[in-house]
């Protein structure tokens, strides 16, 4: 068996999940295997991500950006992906694994909204009941989601425990389905969870860097030095790193979230200030007091909110293949605006921690370095946080 | 013999649950002597956790209050081991993963071997079990599996074989969390259970009344969130009368 199939990253991974939930994760691990080699799976796959998401999403040179910085740019536009970022790759996949289970129905975690927006426009399309579990915090902060999700045809069911966030979503959604285990399928959305899930997420989101990859050399001719994504669950970042992981000469950064700063206690920033524990079905790093009690999470960013991450961030933090790294909310915020003025681009607040990430970095690379900076989403959703954040800034000043 | 399977042995078995903690160490162990003068032998703790998502939000919310207190889990060992010395009976931790993950799995069961009989542990299924088993054996401390309503029988055999005081068999797909009855699929799959094992079995989740302890086909009957609603955080006393009035209805 494929190695890497068995769900173990090194030492992370499994499924630390109700016994319940064992059988449904068997199934889907069947199901899974026997589609990964199956053309007419992956016919129907690729061609909705061509005719129905809008892929292949162009890889944009950052002219501007480039000058600016002294590295040359270029910025692969999941923000462009139909409902505005990379979930819906994922989505679609699973959508049609739903519907090859037989399953009727799906449920779905989200934080920022982004993945409870995908899952419910794949629901839609794919005509699949659905509701979606989203902490209240989030809820009011991604309201313009909120009403997307609805005016999809989704039910959105608020969690008021705990920190009130992805988190908590996750448990809701785990509890949803333990119950409902023989008509339902959980459409997670980050590359975590109980294995199979960190890696179906991941193969469905490969394509990021697969295309980012012929893009890069069509452009330059060659590799690029370094690329960057942001690391929440870790989906948008496993997706762009695993097509790079054997280059051996591109460096691979990922950008946590360090909210208001690792010191304070008061960010998500999993890898650089976590330690290995078992949250949501895998062992991986864990955001976690000296007892093993889970802490909450802190960012600007609600897709970056969350104390875990994907088991195979953890295998590439431990194996050094790739380097994780905190940006703070003023950081984010700050990249974003540059990115907006310099080039016409208002990103996520997630993917702005990629965008601030590279910025930093750039005085370590090499004059003329070639970056890509997944830009896994677009700003629209993050307005009203934008601004009240822009508002509290002033009177500050 | 395992000091489990001897109370079970005898006559079917009530097994409370509590979780520790909630509303302070001290209740709880007010709450377990009351439990003991009805004269139950087994008691389950509930060590608290942040996430536990087997659980309903009876539990859950109790679990909150207690990490609010600042319930860590040496006090919950601390407490169990008081109550071992004092009252002889049998405990099982229950806990999530992650707390012991977090103080290594060697350690741990060192740490228990002194008052635990067996450890229930609702996040680590049959297949990741080996990270743990060993460990439990080395301090004599039984293992406990889950059974579920869609296990198939060769699970059930599997699972037996690894089962040293009992099988813990879910009555139903959900979390914890009472409920008034059961429907005909909860006994037909409980009646398979205990035929295929010859292992004890011990019924949990959704237990709340005297005709659910009595209609249930098993050698122990475990009750969680009925008796986690007796206790009233700032009335220790009314508490007490209601958990005594709620198992010694179940039990007599």
């Known amino acids: ?397 | 013999m395992n000091k489990i399977k001897e109370i079970l042995k005898e006559k079917k078995t009530l097994i409370p649950f509590l979780p520790a903690g909630y509303p302070s160490i001290n209740a709880t162990k007010q709450f377990v002597k009351v439990l003991v003068n009805c004269g139950i032998k087994v008691v389950e703790l509930g060590v608290p956790f942040s996430d536990p998502v087997a659980d309903g939000p009876t539990i859950t919310n109790s679990y909150s209050f207690a990490i609010q207190n600042g319930t860590k889990s040496e006090d919950v060992y601390l407490m169990a081991d008081e109550l071992k010395d004092e009252f002889g009976i049998a405990i099982i931790p229950m806990l999530y993963y992650n707390l012991i993950y977090n103080k290594g799995e060697e350690n741990f069961a060192k740490r228990i071997s002194s008052f635990a009989d067996a450890v229930i542990v609702p996040d680590l299924p049959f297949k990741e079990s080996h990270r743990l088993r060993p460990h439990l054996e080395k301090f004599d401390i039984s293992y406990v599996p889950f059974a579920t309503p869609n296990i198939k029988e060769e699970d059930i055999k599997k699972i037996s074989d690894y089962a040293n005081a009992f099988i813990y068999a879910v009555t139903v797909f959900g979390i914890t969390g009472a409920r008034s009855s059961y429907s005909n699929d909860t006994y037909t799959y409980l009646e398979r259970v205990k035929k295929i094992s010859s292992k004890y079995v011990a019924a949990g989740f959704g237990v709340s009344s005297k005709e659910q302890f009595e209609s249930l086909p098993t050698d122990a009957v475990i009750i969680g969130s009925a008796l986690v609603k007796q206790i009233e955080p700032d009335n220790i006393e009314k508490s007490k009368e209601n958990i005594e009035g709620l198992i010694k209805k179940i039990i007599n």
């Not at chain 1, 000058?67 to 699973?94: I, M, P, S, W």
């Not at chain 1, 049609?96 to 799906?106: D, F, H, P, S, Y």
């Open chain 1, 1 to 397: 068996m494929d190695k890497i199939f068995s769900g173990d990253f090194g030492k992370f991974g499994g499924a630390f999940v109700p016994e319940t939930l064992i059988y449904a994760l068997d199934e889907l691990e069947d199901y899974y295997k026997k589609i990964k080699g199956d053309r007419e799976f992956f016919k129907e796959f690729n061609n909705l991500l061509t005719e129905y998401a809008g892929r292949p999403t162009p890889l944009t040179w950052a002219p501007n950006f480039s000058k600016r910085f002294g590295v040359n740019t270029y910025l692969k536009r999941e923000d462009l992906l139909h409902t505005g970022a990379h979930k819906l790759n994922n989505c679609l996949g699973q959508g049609l694994i739903t519907k090859g289970l037989n399953k009727k129905r799906v449920i779905a975690e989200t934080g920022a909204g982004q993945h409870g927006v995908a899952t419910a426009t794949v629901c839609a399309f794919l005509k699949i009941p659905c509701e979606i579990y989203m902490g209240s915090v989030d809820y009011e902060r991604q309201k313009l989601n909120v009403f997307r999700m609805e005016l999809l045809g989704a039910k959105v069911n608020k969690v008021e425990s705990g920190s009130k966030t992805l988190k908590d979503a996750m448990n809701e959604a785990l509890r949803d389905w333990v119950t409902n285990i023989n008509t339902t399928h959980y459409m997670i959305g980050s590359a975590a969870g109980p294995h199979p899930f960190p890696t179906i997420v991941r193969d469905f989101q490969r394509i990021i860097g697969e295309e980012a990859r012929l893009q890069i050399f069509k452009s330059t001719g060659a590799l690029p030095d370094a690329i960057f994504a942001c690391v929440g669950g870790g989906s948008n970042s496993i997706g762009l790193f695993k097509a790079f992981v054997e280059d051996s000469g591109v460096k691979i950064f990922g950008a946590e979230a360090a909210g208001r700063g690792i010191e304070t206690g008061l960010h998500s920033a999993t890898l650089s200030a976590g330690r290995p524990g078992v949250l949501h079905g895998s062992l991986s790093y864990l955001l976690q007091n000296s007892d093993g009690q889970v802490e909450e999470a802190h960012s600007i960013a609600p897709g970056l909110d969350y104390p875990g991450v994907g088991p195979e961030h953890s295998y590439m933090k431990d194996s050094k293949r790739a380097i994780y790294e905190g940006i703070t909310d003023d950081e984010a915020m700050c990249a974003l605006e540059i990115l907006a003025k310099e080039e016409g681009i208002i990103c996520a607040l997630e993917s702005a921690h990629a965008v601030a990430l590279a910025i930093k970095k750039v005085k370590e690379l090499e004059k003329d370095s070639t970056i890509i900076i997944n830009l896994s989403g677009r700003g629209d959703k993050d307005m009203q946080t934008i601004m009240k954040s822009m508002e509290a800034k002033n009177e500050q000043n």
